[in-house]
């Protein structure tokens, strides 16, 4: 059978003491470093989700602003388009009107030359026809050339 004297008190206060020890001198001193930690996590994870928040936000603003921009490049894009087909299209017609009127020149001075060959070739007719009819009747000698 077991005895129970004077030891078994002394080892159950010294076992009490041992307890208060530890728990003021480790156990205390862990649990705050781990609610400090805890404290700590808690606050990053809040600055971390404040931070994923206004990322997310920045994110939105620039998104919308590469879309304005995108929209702005297409809207000047397009009027620079516009502008560009206007000043073609103003170009050729004033070369159109341009070659119209070179045209219309070319084709007054070539009426021109036609109507002064037709009325050179004409005079030649007549004087080649008046020497052949002199040649003919008259018996002379052909002096046509020198009428000339």
Avoid: C
Avoid at 59 to 85: C, G, Q, T
Avoid at 112 to 139: C, F, N, P, R, W
């Amino acid at each position: 059978m077991i005895s129970l004297d004077y030891t078994v008190i002394l080892q159950m206060i010294n076992f009490v003491i041992i307890f208060f020890l530890s728990k003021k001198m480790i156990l205390e001193p862990v649990m705050r470093t781990i609610d400090k930690r805890d404290r700590k996590i808690a606050l990053l994870s809040d600055d971390a989700k404040t931070f994923e928040d206004e990322l997310e936000k920045n994110k939105r603003d620039y998104e919308k602003r590469i879309d304005d921009v995108k929209n702005d490049l297409l809207s000047h894009r397009n009027s620079a388009i516009v502008k560009a087909e206007k000043e073609a299209n103003a170009e050729i017609n004033r070369v159109k009107d341009n070659l119209d009127k070179k045209m219309q020149e070319f084709k007054d001075e070539l009426t021109l030359q036609y109507e002064e060959a037709k009325t050179g070739i004409e005079k030649d007719i007549d004087m080649l026809s008046e020497d052949v009819l002199h040649v003919l009747l008259g018996g002379m000698k052909w002096e046509g050339s020198k009428n000339r």
